[in-house]
């Protein structure tokens, strides 16, 4: 299994998770595929909730074998989404990539007829796109063309180095990289209620 072998690269659709189940459904999927789209209309992340897929963001889908199924997948896929974009990504249990305390991206997968859909959003569209309430929760790092094809290639990188030691080695490696990364871990807070 080698991720990014070959890519469908689409200007607008759905949902990147949903053509690769159309993928799928159609006997037309590939081991390590990768779907890349520049704007989803009916993006969504877990438990269907939708997730904001502007013209210029990077979305993107990658189709694994099933035999990658683990507990700690969707965590080791984080790990890799931010070692790709840097060192002041955090993670936030168990599929938000944060930025300056925002939301910058999340990860979401998904099982589907034997094998791993692999969601990836990253707001990388101009900021001022977020508005209202949006603009409290989410942050966004614009980025032109050359600069998301160039970290969609780290991406693919990370994601088959990760996959690759979760086989190996399992998961005690990935949870200690997880850790390092995590928000607000140790720091005290408060919850307000009523």
Not at 32 to 60: N, V
Not at 107 to 128: A, D, K, P, R, Y
Not at 157 to 170: H, T, W
Request: charged residues 30%; proline residues 2%; contains cysteine.
């Amino acid at each position: 299994m080698w991720v990014g072998k070959r890519r469908i690269k689409l200007d607008i659709v759905d949902s990147t998770n949903e053509y690769a189940k159309r993928l799928i459904s159609a006997g037309l999927a590939l081991d390590g595929d990768i779907i890349c789209a520049e704007e989803q209309t009916a993006g969504h992340g877990k438990g269907k909730r939708m997730w904001f897929s502007p013209e210029g963001g990077l979305y993107l889908s990658a189709i694994i074998d099933g035999k990658y199924k683990s507990p700690f997948i969707t965590s080791a896929i984080a790990v890799a989404v931010s070692n790709a974009i840097g060192n002041n990504v955090e993670l936030k249990w168990p599929n938000d990539l944060m930025y300056s305390g925002k939301k910058l991206g999340g990860i979401l997968t998904e099982e589907f007829n034997g094998f791993l859909i692999i969601g990836i959003g990253i707001n990388t569209f101009s900021e001022s796109l977020l508005d209202g309430e949006l603009r409290l929760l989410a942050t966004s790092v614009e980025m032109d063309k050359n600069e998301k094809e160039r970290l969609v290639e780290k991406i693919i990188k990370e994601l088959n180095r990760v996959l690759r030691r979760l086989k190996r080695k399992g998961s005690t490696d990935l949870a200690r990289r997880w850790n390092e990364k995590a928000y607000r871990l140790g720091e005290e807070i408060f919850i307000t209620m009523g």
